[in-house]
């Protein structure tokens, strides 16, 4: 867990933003067709004109640059939001420690996705608690989808915004009450 300050307060995630980002999730995956046999977490980060780099890659003082100027303060990973020099268009960069497992660097750049998705613009606690569970819930729909195929066989029903319905629908219901 990222220790921003000796006196940084506990952040509960409240439920109906916790809902949000569910919601997001499945939204973001649903359009992105997670359920296809190529499917690939990494290809549809840099799909959306997300850069994704290991730290390995990087020269040890541009790696140090890097992490300086980075919103994030995580030391597995960092995400930046940067203008191209030669043309002014707004660059997304994640890189993450690549001496980690498989499962831990999903979980990293999932995260660093989550602040550039979400567009966390400065470090806090909510944040940090926000792209936590974001990439939480993220990495559980990929799991789920290749554990038990859901929403490929929800495609192949024709009713592809069938779960991401059910559970809006779900969710308001119960907010609601």
């Known amino acids: 867990m990222t220790k ?15 809902n949000q980002i569910i919601i997001e999730v499945l939204s973001v995956l649903s359009e992105k067709e997670y359920y296809r046999e190529d499917f690939d977490y990494k290809e549809m980060i840099q799909a ?59 979980q990293i750049i999932l995260h660093e996705f989550a602040h550039l998705h979400l567009k966390h613009t400065e470090q806090s606690i909510n944040g940090e608690t926000e792209a936590a569970c974001f990439a939480v819930a993220m990495s559980l729909m990929l799991m789920l989808e290749k554990q038990f195929h859901i929403g490929k066989m929800i495609q192949k029903m024709g009713e592809i915004n069938y779960l991401l319905q059910s559970i809006k629908e779900s969710i308001s219901a119960k907010e609601a009450v």
């Open 4 to 18: 921003l300050t000796d006196s940084a307060e506990k952040y509960t995630l409240p439920p109906w933003r916790m």
């Open 48 to 106: 959306m004109g997300i850069k994704i780099k290991s730290f390995s890659s990087f020269s040890p003082e541009n790696l140090k640059a890097f992490r300086q100027i980075s919103l994030s303060l995580w030391n597995e990973g960092v995400c930046l939001v940067f203008p191209n020099e030669e043309t002014g268009d707004v660059c997304r960069m994640i890189a993450y420690d690549d001496t980690r497992s498989a499962a831990e660097i999903m």
